[in-house]
């Protein structure tokens, strides 16, 4: 593919209006679109119904009323033994994995970019995903030499360049983002203004493909349906201050860092701080700004760079050391840190280790969640990201500014006057 000889774009359509507009764009802009929906999995909600049927449904009527070519990818399998499957396995861990991540790396810019590109065949593809391509809007930069680079979107509250930040660098060289120069409000006008007013008006999915809507109000529909695939197992809430037991979990699968812990004793609005696989206890402290949720690094397993590896990393001038902002949730606003790659030893030399880093914050993190992937900026270039192994030690484990010993004391106070009032 040379540049400005991209002619046939096939568009990941999802029924959604970010790739219906992308079609449009692409279409308007000259090229031949094809449009593909991808199809993840099979099953039905509670009403009977498929919803990937229902999006496949919607997407085959976009490309029909567009007048372009529409093929539909199962690939269901796939998904199934890449994602799905290392997903419950995380979760019967104790950790808490991103699915969405997960299934952008290994199948959609993987599976979906191959059978694109040698079965329907194509220059290059193009998805509604909020972000930006360094080889330009139409890849017309690709032949200037270097990797290609995954840059922010304009429309900064709708980037969604975590989500990408585990992309291959062969499938981003040949990955259009027609979105990602406009704001989240300009795409849904377009859509309306070429006759899609049903597709502009239409709720985002916010969900993951294979949850289905909550059967009953008040169910939780992510726990209810992992509980089909994993069985329960229960065990104790223990207060992380007092040792005491203070109610029971279902699982350790049910529950992630930081959340409330639906205990409310005393007044006391309980969240989780840890969870111990090995016990299958669930440490709680009865403050959602408790020092035990805070970290100040964390460890991580490899990195994916989508452009090669930072030079810093190995370089003795910058102490081996490279200074970036991260985020570990979709939107979450960006900290400060540095980050090198851990070292490992033997008994007779120490080496870095370049399948893990160790990352230091500007400021202590809450909640850092093993499981859950660290995606890395500079400035608008998202370098790429790394799965979190674990936190480092709490301010509450180090008793920063005497912390825990304030806390402990407190404790024995309010157990002394406790102990007045019964006698």
Same mark, same amino acid.
């Given at each position: 593919m040379m540049a400005g000889k991209v002619r046939r774009v096939v568009v990941g359509m999802s029924g959604g209006v970010d790739s219906t507009v992308s079609a449009? #764009? #692409? &279409? &308007?802009? !000259?090229f031949e679109v094809v449009g593909a929906f991808m199809k993840n999995w099979d099953g039905v909600d509670e009403t009977g119904v498929c919803t990937a049927d229902k999006d496949c449904e919607v997407a085959e009527r976009v490309a029909g009323k567009l007048g372009i070519q529409f093929h539909t990818v199962n690939l269901v399998k796939e998904y199934w033994n890449? $994602?799905? %499957?290392? #997903?419950l396995e995380d979760y019967r861990q104790g950790l808490t994995p991103n699915p969405d991540i997960l299934c952008n790396s290994r199948v959609k810019f993987d599976h979906f970019y191959q059978h694109a590109v040698n079965t329907i065949g194509c220059d290059a593809i193009a998805t509604g995903h909020y972000a930006r391509n360094s080889y330009g809007q139409d890849l017309e930069f690709c032949d200037q030499g270097g990797p290609a680079r995954l840059l922010k979107s304009v429309d900064r509250t709708k980037d969604q360049t975590f989500f990408l930040s585990q992309m291959p660098q062969a499938a981003l060289r040949k990955t259009m983002f027609p979105v990602g120069e406009l704001p989240k409000a300009v795409v849904k006008q377009i859509a309306a203004q070429a006759g899609f007013p049903e597709i502009a008006s239409k709720k985002e999915s916010m969900g993951i493909c294979f949850v289905g809507k909550k059967s009953a109000p008040g169910k939780r529909g992510f726990q209810e349906f992992i509980s089909e695939y994993i069985p329960e197992n229960p065990g104790d809430f223990v207060d992380v201050d007092t040792g005491d037991v203070v109610g029971q979990h279902s699982g350790l699968h049910h529950w992630t860092l930081g959340q409330s812990a639906m205990l409310n004793i005393d007044a006391c609005k309980y969240v989780v701080v840890n969870k111990n696989i090995k016990t299958n206890e669930i440490? $709680?402290?009865n403050d959602s700004k408790h020092p035990a #949720?805070?970290?100040e690094n964390f460890f991580t397993s490899s990195p994916h760079w989508i452009a090669g590896a930072p030079g810093q990393l190995r370089s003795p001038s910058s102490d081996r050391s490279l200074e970036a902002e991260f985020r570990f949730q979709n939107m979450a606003p960006l900290t400060q840190c540095v980050m090198s790659f851990n070292m490992s030893s033997t008994s007779n030399w120490e080496c870095m280790d370049q399948s893990s880093l160790i990352v230091s914050t500007a400021e202590p993190m809450r909640a850092v969640t093993p499981g859950q992937f660290a995606a890395f900026y500079q400035g608008d270039q998202c370098l790429g990201s790394a799965r979190i192994v674990r936190p480092g030690p709490s301010l509450y484990t180090l008793n920063t500014r005497n912390c825990r010993t304030d806390i402990l004391r407190e404790?024995? =106070? =309010?157990?002394? %006057?406790? !102990? &007045? &009032? $019964?006698?």
């Open positions: 449009i #764009l #692409l &279409k &308007k802009r !000259g890449e $994602v799905f %499957e290392d #997903l440490q $709680v402290a #949720l805070y970290s404790v024995e =106070r =309010r157990k002394s %006057e406790e !102990g &007045k &009032k $019964v006698t």
